[in-house]
């Protein structure tokens, strides 16, 4: 029989927070296979569990050469626990490429639940929580930030972000530049920690409470476009209109009908200007 290939969510700031399974799987796994082994030694201390099992490190520099080492030990049978240094294991972290391997290879994969701060970050913003996607840490470099932010431009869903404390200025700026100065957002900073700190309001305001300097770990959520709101509704827009979604991919069919419902005007307008253009 093939091992089990446990994925376990460890606290984002205080340990009390840690769900109860983590110190028995901590206590009784074959391997433990943590980002950080210094970390590990600390949460183990501070929920007094006694790793019996090897301890290996698996971060983002050995995760390609790690990753055949611990398939092995599961096709062997043998129980590994994956942590990170805070959330759940492959969000934005460590583990896509383990995973991937144990299910490629029928091994069985199971999570043990617990803090995100995906998740927690947007419970508390404010902002609607109905539908979101997250795209964790947007890049470095300027044009390559500006890019993604512009093909973000126009999404609907709640985002959730992360990013550097020192870069968190200059993130919310490229924001309020592709997304609109008065689009709302949140900025959570140390959540669940003792100094943790949520700033509300649209991205201007937050570029001005940024440049202050910020610390901690940092998680942004901001909200969704207005369908229909970045259409502009005289001829000239429509016809623009139509013309980038159909350069996304759509038929022209399907990007008047779009444009048609956004905007709130009758379709056969639509029709009738990009067709008589």
């Given at each position: 029989m093939t091992g089990?290939?446990?994925?376990?969510?460890?606290?984002?700031?205080?340990?009390?927070?840690?769900?109860?399974?983590?110190?028995?799987?901590?206590?009784?796994?074959?391997?433990?296979?943590?980002?950080?082994?210094?970390?590990?030694?600390?949460?183990?201390?501070?929920?007094?569990?006694t790793v019996s099992g090897r301890v290996v490190s698996y971060f983002e520099g050995n995760e390609s050469a790690r990753t055949p080492v611990l398939l092995e030990a599961l096709l062997a049978g043998e129980r590994v626990l994956l942590v990170t240094d805070a959330g759940m294991p492959s969000v934005s972290d460590p583990g896509y490429r383990l995973v991937a391997a144990a299910v490629e290879?029928?091994?069985?994969?199971?999570?043990?639940?617990?803090?995100?701060?995906?998740?927690?970050a947007l419970a508390v913003s404010g902002l609607p929580v109905d539908r979101f996607c997250f795209e964790g840490f947007l890049p470095r470099k300027a044009g390559e930030r500006s890019r993604r932010l512009q093909a973000l431009a126009r999404e609907e869903r709640t985002m959730v972000f992360f990013e550097a404390p020192h870069r968190t200025e200059t993130a919310l700026e490229a924001m309020a530049s592709a997304f609109g100065d008065d689009r709302p957002a949140a900025v959570c900073r140390e959540l669940t920690k003792t100094h943790e700190e949520v700033q509300r309001g649209p991205l201007a305001e937050l570029v001005s409470w940024a440049a202050e300097g910020v610390r901690g770990e940092v998680t942004i959520v901001v909200a969704g476009a207005v369908p229909g709101a970045d259409i502009a509704t005289d001829?000239?827009?429509?016809?623009?209109?139509?013309?980038?979604?159909?350069?996304?991919?759509?038929?022209?069919?399907?990007?008047?009908?779009?444009?048609?419902?956004?905007?709130?005007?009758?379709?056969?307008?639509?029709?009738?200007?990009?067709?008589?253009?």
């Amino acid at each position: 029989m093939t091992g089990v290939l446990v994925l376990a969510a460890t606290p984002i700031g205080r340990v009390a927070d840690a769900p109860p399974r983590l110190a028995e799987e901590l206590a009784t796994a074959d391997v433990v296979a943590a980002e950080d082994t210094r970390r590990l030694k600390r949460l183990t201390t501070d929920l007094g569990v006694t790793v019996s099992g090897r301890v290996v490190s698996y971060f983002e520099g050995n995760e390609s050469a790690r990753t055949p080492v611990l398939l092995e030990a599961l096709l062997a049978g043998e129980r590994v626990l994956l942590v990170t240094d805070a959330g759940m294991p492959s969000v934005s972290d460590p583990g896509y490429r383990l995973v991937a391997a144990a299910v490629e290879h029928d091994v069985l994969v199971t999570a043990v639940p617990g803090p995100s701060a995906v998740l927690t970050a947007l419970a508390v913003s404010g902002l609607p929580v109905d539908r979101f996607c997250f795209e964790g840490f947007l890049p470095r470099k300027a044009g390559e930030r500006s890019r993604r932010l512009q093909a973000l431009a126009r999404e609907e869903r709640t985002m959730v972000f992360f990013e550097a404390p020192h870069r968190t200025e200059t993130a919310l700026e490229a924001m309020a530049s592709a997304f609109g100065d008065d689009r709302p957002a949140a900025v959570c900073r140390e959540l669940t920690k003792t100094h943790e700190e949520v700033q509300r309001g649209p991205l201007a305001e937050l570029v001005s409470w940024a440049a202050e300097g910020v610390r901690g770990e940092v998680t942004i959520v901001v909200a969704g476009a207005v369908p229909g709101a970045d259409i502009a509704t005289d001829p000239d827009g429509l016809r623009s209109a139509v013309a980038e979604r159909e350069e996304d991919g759509m038929t022209r069919k399907e990007a008047i009908a779009e444009v048609a419902r956004l905007a709130g005007v009758p379709k056969r307008e639509v029709y009738d200007l990009v067709h008589k253009s």
